[in-house]
């Protein structure tokens, strides 16, 4: 038994020395692990040169370039409307009657007073005459010859007054019948056969309809304020209408607002544009109709042949500054603390990769497209800038970081982006 027992407790002990040796073991390997430098991986792209083409997107709708609204000048209902929505008209065609019975009195009255005033005039200006002749004789006093002349004088006010209400009358009368202002196309119908519309000289009357020159047509887009200063008259724009999909037109910057539209005033939802027009250059067999969704590229600057990057290439870092000592020339670091700092501090920099591990270097910004950023900076063309991932960009690297560079992998951003330990 006792013999038993002693066999027991020494395979025991055996197995908590293994148990604490392995654990040994593994301490072991968790400090040496500890202490090995990350190595990141990321991709890389050669810094040079390139044709760089800043671009302003807007988006917007199509319309003609002239359009006229058809506004009811007289009040009344219409009894005639010969045309309809989409309808090719010519300049000078009926479009719209209004039902002119009311104006046609009234025309009719102020030709009847004119013809009362004109026999007026007649017979005060004959007595006039013979005043005047009377007089010149010695046969009339002063005051009858003033009573004459002045007679006179107000029968020639009467025929200029109702001379200008006849004119009044028949300009009135003539807006009964609506013309079309130019040759266009019938773009929208709004009022109906038989709806009784509203008019005036002192206020707009009802609209009718809208006539359009669809043969010329343009882009208008919102441009935001932050970009509106970079937009000027004449530069090309690369248009996509989402009624043709597969297709780009090319238009010309022609107009540019001088007021803003604000939208969302006094709240935090407030928005700033200005709008664009665009001509656009309409190939045969396009219809574009008025109202069609689009965007458009707007070509603001073009830079041939300057030194560019990756726009993801380009972050912030706060220069580093330690024990008093100012940065080496190109030295930047990521700033942890919780210190207040002020923005003169911060500069724009991109990661070069050198033997294996990345450096900063200082860069002033220029124009930038979709894929590319122009950059000045001293003494990089050609050598191998950080473009991937966003989170080692942004977070991971520092001076002097390890790297293994996979450009064969695609670009990969945010979590995605992990970093590798050896």
Known sequence: MANGNGKKKKKKLIIISLIAAVLIVLIALVIIGSNREPVFTVQT???????????????????????????AEVS?????????????VKKGQLLVRIKP???????????????????SLRKYEAEYKRAVEL????????????VA??????????????????KEAN????????????????SQLISELGERVSGSSFTQGTEIMTIADLSTMEARVDVGENDIV?????????????????????????????????????????????????????????????????SADIETETKNNVLTVPIQSVTVRVPKKEKGEEPKEGEAQLDNSKKKKSDDKLEEVVFVVNDGKVKTVSVKRGISDDTYVEVQAEGIEGQEVVSG??????????????????????????????????
């Open 45 to 71: 792209e050669k810094i040079q040169k390139r044709n760089v083409t800043q671009i302003v997107t807007a988006t917007g709708k199509i319309q003609p370039e002239v359009q006229v609204k058809i506004n």
């Open 76 to 88: 009344g209902e219409i009894i005639e409307l010969p045309v309809r929505e989409g309808q090719q």
């Open 101 to 119: 019975d009311a104006f046609l009195a009234q025309y009719e009255r102020a030709q009847a007073s004119l013809e009362m005033a004109k026999a």
């Open 135 to 146: 007089y010149d004789k010695k046969l009339i006093s002063d005051s009858e010859m003033e």
């Open 149 to 166: 002349e002045a007679t006179y004088q107000n029968s020639k006010a009467s025929f200029d007054q109702a001379n200008a209400s006849l």
């Open 171 to 186: 300009e009135t009368f003539s807006k009964t019948a609506i013309k079309s202002p130019m040759t266009g196309v019938v």
């Open 230 to 294: 970079m937009v000027s008259r004449g530069d090309t724009a690369r248009i996509e209408v989402d009624s043709y999909p597969d297709r780009k037109f090319v238009g010309v910057v022609s107009q540019i607002a001088n007021t803003a539209k604000s939208t969302g005033l006094g709240t935090q939802d407030q928005v700033t544009n200005f709008e664009v027009r665009i001509l656009i250059s309409t190939p045969e067999g396009i219809n574009f109709r008025p109202g069609m969704s689009m």
């Open 389 to 422: 991932p966003f989170k080692a960009i942004n977070r991971d690297l520092e001076v002097g970081s390890k790297v293994k560079i996979d450009n064969k992998s695609k670009y990969r951003t945010g979590a995605s982006a992990d970093k590798d330990v050896k």
